[in-house]
């Protein structure tokens, strides 16, 4: 072959091997990259009138095909809970069962047993775990109380702790094994003593339950909630993190927070957190002063003390109108006595 042919025909099968190679990554994820998936800009807002408007009782979203974000209407519920539902290839895993237990109002078993794949000619077996023990993550557990090769997660600490074989809490991060998808499980107390976010190494997710989410961050414990925050960001150092979802939505597009028990959120805004909002909650501790503190994507606050504060102004107030009107009563009775011996 002449050189000059040669050369042309080394170039061109260099070329064709170049765009082969392209096309095949193109096609295979990189090993190790967060399977992609999608959010939507809007969920369900509820109504003004619930009533004038029925509502579906929940919204399922297909963030990718092994993955659902299921939202519990507003109408519903005011909590207007997220829940999450994993698929493996063994096993698939449901975290948090909503604020409804009613199936009627709330067909939550049903809806998860048809997005459920079969495997063997059986439903995948199931496991429902929970954030933590808080009513509006569980109340929809006896839905799936009978339903075979279901497994659900106990809810006091002692059942978390021993399911999930931590002999540490809250230290040390516990594995799911879904088949082909492995869920870490970190302690997350401060919210709640039970609390555990779920970081799924499929989509890079993180689940965070009412840790950290867009709204009012409960606080029960500042030095175990603050210590959680480091822990998470410390173990999400070295791992990918697409989104932080949480258990609910509490503040609008501008920040401001919904009414407690509302059933309308207009213009809600998005669900989704990012590595910045978590990075940021240790520090936001520096400037909670046991009642309040306020960060662009969530509050921090105690409702206990802050109930506490508000009884004890009630308290004050109460004592200032006693003492008030009892002063008012002795002056008018000196007044009178002093009329009287006056001979008026
Ligand atoms: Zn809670
Ligand atoms: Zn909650």
Redesign the pocket.
């Given at each position: 072959m002449p050189t000059t042919i040669y050369q042309a025909f080394c170039s061109a099968a260099v070329r064709v091997l170049q765009l082969l190679i392209l096309i095949v990554c193109s096609a295979v994820p990189v090993l190790g990259a967060p399977v992609e998936g999608s959010l939507p800009t809007q969920w369900n807002i509820g109504a003004e009138d619930c009533k004038a408007s029925p509502q579906p009782p929940l919204q399922v979203h297909a963030y990718e095909p092994q993955t659902f974000i299921l939202r519990q209407s507003p109408c519903a519920s005011f909590e207007a809970n997220f829940l999450y539902l994993l698929i493996g290839s063994d096993k698939a895993l449901l975290i948090d069962t909503g604020a409804v237990a009613d199936p009627k109002a709330m067909p939550l078993a049903k809806t998860i047993l048809e997005l459920l794949p079969d495997k063997d000619h059986k439903k995948l077996p199931l496991l429902v775990a929970h954030t933590?023990r808080?009513l509006?993550?569980r109340a929809g557990d006896p839905q799936f109380a009978s339903l075979p090769s279901v497994q659900t997660v106990p809810i006091d600490l002692e059942g978390v702790r021993a399911f999930f074989g931590f002999t540490d809490w809250p230290n040390g991060i516990s594995h799911l094994d879904l088949g082909g998808r492995i869920v870490d499980v970190i302690p997350t107390p401060g919210?709640?003593p039970t609390h555990v976010a779920f970081y799924d190494n499929r989509t890079g997710i993180l689940f965070s339950?009412?840790f950290l989410l867009p709204g009012r961050l409960?606080i029960e414990d500042a030095a175990a909630y603050r210590e959680s925050a480091v822990r998470v960001v410390d173990f999400l150092k070295t791992r990918p993190l697409t989104h932080i979802l949480g258990?609910h939505i509490e503040l609008d597009t501008a920040g401001h927070a919904y009414r407690f028990g509302s059933h309308y959120h207009p213009n809600e805004r998005r669900l989704e957190l990012a590595r910045e909002d978590l990075t940021a909650l240790s520090a936001a501790f520096d400037g909670f002063n046991g009642f309040y503190a306020r960060h662009r994507n969530y509050i921090l606050t105690n409702t206990i003390h802050n109930l506490l504060l508000l009884a004890i102004i009630a308290v004050a107030v109460l004592i200032l109108i006693v003492w008030g009107v009892r002063r008012l009563l002795r002056r008018r009775r000196s007044r009178c006595a002093a009329d009287y011996s006056a001979g008026r």
């Open positions: 933590h808080h509006d993550h919210h709640n339950g009412d409960l258990g």
